[in-house]
């Protein structure tokens, strides 16, 4: 069906009612972060970015638009794994006996629909809860530098609204390292199994975006409640090809349809919205709409009320496609994308010499890693205070560190060539091996936000032409012991 | 243990083993047995090195002694191996002790006698030549693994 | 006062109502502590509720030294005996040395067990190759989590199956790991030779690298495994050795180390190439990839 931004408004609404934190896209302190949003209003309406190899700028682009910008520097992957979280708490206490160890802590593990579970609005969301006691805490309070808004809240029940489908891949391969493996992360799984995810389609392309080529964008079939694609109608409004792909989100929908009928517009066949531009009250804009696209050449939809609520919304559901194929075509165009067998290159090449060269531009700050939606690793350190209370936090921690190898006091990993190397060939090759897929979906961030500029496609294709020259992919570099 | 002749006593130590039938006649002449009370030393360091000991059985210890410490084992050789290469070169002096840890039973080649068959021979020559390069290329590396000092990164606090 | 139950560490996918938080450790007192050299120590630790967790050989657990931090030490007891946890610690780091400072009644978190552990498979008689031999090949602190092999390899000894074969390797005499134990396990059967690197006139055994005791080793090395641990560089070569014996790749187990914060495949500081090693190893056949990242430098 289409719908149009008031409907999203309504959907937010929901969202809220239902006990969700809504979380998106903010335009804040001159960048799109993902924060709380209460409607669409606090979305980064007529911005977009400019991004390309160690470059990020935004601009305004059409009024009125929603999603016409393409990723922003944070990641939904914060929300799950926070930066820096406290583990467990230890209690200050000289005689170790006596010391109170923390109560373990109740995993719920229930992946029902929190709408299913939720039964009316002021019930809010009780699924995935921590019992801790004071010596224990999880908490996400440390989230601060992604979301400084956070400590006012820790509800586990998230609702990321308008987060791109290479970001809906990139929880996906999270989840394979924190949830599906032996050992769940708990703090995880609370949040991720009862995650509401509506999807916005990418229209564009920025320079540093190669999603099509890893399969994670910018179109998204699946792994979504709900999935919109923001177009331009004739008449210069944007509206919204809404898909449903859940049960969860087939309830939301629901939910919306009839707060937008109990407060009597939408369905009103007696509102005609203007057709200027000014966007006053009365205007149709402002009125959730929403109108169900029948067969394919029938462009008659089913509630011809619903459709007068806005001319904008005249479409054929074989219009709408065409013309999101055709968004999603020109978004594919624009970018150049990561050479197909870059994990066959990258296993048969570790001692090319391009990361030495790499090496030699990289200065190992671990930018990339910090932006990766995907990079997962962590330190684990102990903090103590004078009394003898402990607390052992996990943080993000990057590979690009020269501890990060350590082993026994010394790194492994010496030289940042090496240090590259891993990086690179952890999420394009290694990946698959720990977990059956790409560790990248192509969002780009570790493009755009290095601050040398390094490109992992160029690189790669550095590779790939050494490999072609050659004849097959063998490369330089002894393969023998040393 | 019968006694064998010596050129079938030699081509079952895996230094000579799989010589051709001529080489190892030629080098039993030079062969016999010999045998130490543990404790005994096979070579002493300084004396004339005119001996090469194919070691049959027992482990022999290759010393070299330190006013400071007293006698330092720097390696010991066992069944199988060989002791001794100053033979090969002049002056012809040990540079370090031998001494017998068991009891052990060697089969003592006399090195003139190896380096006269060999000067006269040199398909003998390269032959024993490239199997005493191996043994010493193997203890070379395990001197050089040693010198790693592999399981010596504990700090002593 | 301790108020909470030690729960065992859950393996499945789905985390269970009440399951413990994987990161958090359970309380152990040390209940015995034995002085091994001037940098081992081992400890032997009695959960304080709910019973001692059981491990296979080769596997891990998570100690903490409350204060200080968590590392990753191999369990060194007998995975039969249902005594205290034992572990044999070294003292390279602050986390190990505050480990092995700890006296008598201190108390240790514990997380575990994790890895894979030595593949025992090879003896305990798949399809008639029960009779294999097993050379047990150690360096230095690398014997403590080989000790549960050998004492389980020594149990099936008694049963019939083949030769045990350890070689030992370490700096000097007073280095050497579970001396007096040595000479038990000889008593078992197993035929066990220590060499090390430096000695003086004192020591009656051998001197040099623990690769010169693989060429006169009683083992048929192509009926034979092999389980290895020690410095990596230690094991590069024995497995090499082994391989020259005739042994094949495949029968030739390496135990891996490399920083482990989290010991469950989260926190990714074990990462060897395609390798997670607390979670696909520490144990690892030569054969395979591992032979070439094992060359490659600096991976």
New interface residues.
Partial sequence: MVVNRAFLDALVAALLEYGYRVLGPVFQNGSIVIDDLTSTADMPVGWTDEQSPGNYRLCHSADGQLFGWTVSPASPKALLFPPRVTVWQRGAGRDDFSVPFAQPVAITGATKSAISTVSKPQSTGSTGKVLSDTELTFSASGTTHFNPRSNRDDRHLLALVGIRPCEAAALEINDAVFMKGSFPDPFYCERRSDMFLLVAECASSNASCFCDSMGAGPGIDSGFDLAVTEMLDEDGEYSYFLRIGSQRGEELFTVAVEQASSIGVGTDPSIEPSTGMDRGEGDGKDIPTFVELSDLSNSVSQSTSMQRASCSLNYSLEEVLAKRDAQLQHAKELQVGMHPRVAELLRRNLDHPIFTDIAGRCLACGNCTSVCPTCFCSDVVDKNDMHGAISRERSWSSCFNAAHSEL?GQPVRHSVASRYRQWLTHKFSNWYDQFGTSGCVGCGRCITWCPVGIDVRQEVAGIASDADMKGDMQSTGSHGPS | MRDLPMDVLISRHPLLAGLPNDILLLLAGCARNVPFHAGTLLLSEGDTADTFYLIRRG?V???VHDPR????????????SVVGWSWLFPPYRWHFDARA?DEVGTIALDGACLRTKAEADPVVGYELMKRLSNVLL?RLQ?TR??L?????????? | MVTEKSVEPFRGPIPESGSRHPLLPTPYRVVKRVVET???VTLFLEALEGGNLTFRPGQFNMLTAFGVGEIAVSISGDPLDGGPIRHTI???GAVS?ALCSLRVGSLVGVRGPFGNGWDLTGVTGMAGSATQDVVVVA???GLAPLRPAVLELLKMKEEGRGRVVVLI???SPD?VLFKEELDVWRTRGAHVEV?V?????S???????V??LI??APFDPHDAFSLVC??E??MR?TARALLDKGMHEDKIQLSLERNMQCGIGWCGHCQLGPYLLCRDGPVFPYGGRLAELLAKREL
């Fill in positions: 026994h | 482990r210890g290759i010393e410490r007293g006698r330092v084992v720097v390696e010991t050789v066992g069944p199988g840890i193997e395990a693994v040693r790693l000092d592999l399981y010596g990164d504990g700090k002593v606090s | 001037d940098t081992v070294a003292s390279v040395h360096g230095g602190v390797g370490s700096r280095q060499t690197d430096r000695a003086d006139a020591w009656r055994g051998s001197v040099g690298v690769t010169s060429s006169s020690g410095p560089v230690m070569f």
